[in-house]
């Protein structure tokens, strides 16, 4: 558990031209003008959504160094796992809220920034308790509890009537799960040793309900929960499982369907979810991320990439979090490379993903 002190110390129908280039946050804003719809973004997962809480705790599992944020505005090492943006970033900028959702453990934070929402993401972490105890990350639960912290200091600063308000409309974006099947099961296979594959597909499936019913009673109306992507593809997976690690570098279809299959089981839960909560006027909403960055991968060449096996930083094969560090070579354009480091798609992938997703977008916040 991290020290309080450190507290205060696609089918992918793309348009062309969105494959070309990023707009800058501000354009994104202009697309849809949801702000008044959206009272503010709050998220919770691991790397994949994490803007740097765990720059404020003990922890190896960081990012807040080049050559990560080269492509962020003032080529910032911000503590997100990525050359520049995440998607939660592009989703909070394409909904009028702000550019960028700033880590909660960050403690220069104003009213405003806090108001118009935070992650609460650490990378490292996952659904199972023990994929964050591996790392010394913060715990999906520990991720709630300054949930309710947060709720707290809002109610204090502007009342509890705006307070809940603000909560109504806000979206809350969950994005998690990968590092248990990658790590905690496939790689260290601790939970191996007393699952099969579905037990704890199982096991996870019951840690998401458990979750949303606890942002439910938080006063949570609208939620995203992203699914896993294509496991077997990422490229520090493809090192662990290939026969021929540098020559052969084709994804491992076998992992990869374990993680669709799991996507399957969270989808049917999600939908019960959403009927059972629906009346009550909240929207549970599935987001797939697997078709489209598969998709990507196998037609990387299509959308003007030219590596899809390989990070951008080191050898591609392995870095990730301090082993993609300054000392590093690094690939002259990540906007070439699907993946930035061994595990983290490149700002470019998360432009092109979120482009895919807008119409799921588009029906969760307006």
């Given at each position: 558990m991290e020290p309080r002190a450190c507290r205060h110390s696609v089918t992918l129908p793309l348009f062309f031209l969105s494959v070309l280039f990023f707009p800058r946050a501000e354009a994104l804003t202009k697309e849809r003008g949801f702000n008044r719809s959206v009272s503010a973004v709050f998220v919770f997962g691991d790397s994949t959504v994490d803007p740097g809480n765990n720059n404020y705790i003990y922890t190896p599992i960081r990012s807040n160094f080049p050559p990560y944020g080269r492509s962020f505005e003032n080529q910032e090492p911000t503590g997100r796992f990525c050359d520049g943006r995440l998607a939660t970033d592009f989703i909070a900028s394409y909904a009028g809220i702000k550019e960028y959702v700033p880590p909660y453990l960050d403690p220069t934070l104003s009213l405003e920034e806090l108001m118009t929402g935070v992650?609460?993401?650490?990378?490292g972490s996952g659904l199972d308790p023990l994929t964050a105890r591996i790392s010394n990350v913060i715990e999906i639960s520990k991720q709630v509890e300054y949930y309710k912290e947060y709720r707290k200091r809002i109610e204090i600063a502007i009342g509890k009537r705006r307070t809940n308000n603000l909560i109504k409309k806000a979206v809350f974006v969950i994005s998690c799960g990968t590092n248990d099947l990658v790590i905690s099961y496939f790689t260290l296979r601790i939970r191996r040793q007393t699952y099969t594959i579905p037990e704890y597909q199982h096991f996870l499936i019951q840690k998401v309900e458990q979750l949303?019913?606890?942002l439910w009673a938080q006063g949570a109306r609208r939620i995203a929960f992203?699914?896993?992507?294509?496991?077997?593809?990422?490229?520090i997976v493809i090192t662990l499982n290939s026969q021929n690690a540098f020559l052969q570098r084709g994804?491992?279809?076998?992992?990869?369907l374990v993680a669709k299959d799991y996507n399957l089981k969270l989808q049917n839960k999600l939908k019960a979810m959403h009927r059972n909560l629906a009346h009550f006027g909240g929207t549970i909403a599935y987001i797939d991320i697997y078709g489209p960055l598969s998709n990507l991968i196998q037609g990387y060449n299509k959308f003007g990439f030219e590596e899809a096996a390989n990070g951008c930083c080191g050898s591609g094969i392995i870095e990730t979090s301090f082993l993609c560090n300054p000392k590093?070579?690094?690939c002259p354009d990540a906007s070439k490379y699907v993946f930035w480091d061994?595990?983290?798609?490149t700002e470019r992938t998360y432009y092109i993903i979120f482009q895919n997703l807008r119409p799921i977008i588009d029906r969760?916040?307006?």
């Open positions: 992650s609460f993401a650490s990378a949303i019913q606890s992203v699914g896993l992507p294509p496991i077997g593809c990422l490229p994804c491992i279809d076998e992992l990869s590093s070579y690094v061994s595990v983290h798609p969760i916040i307006s």
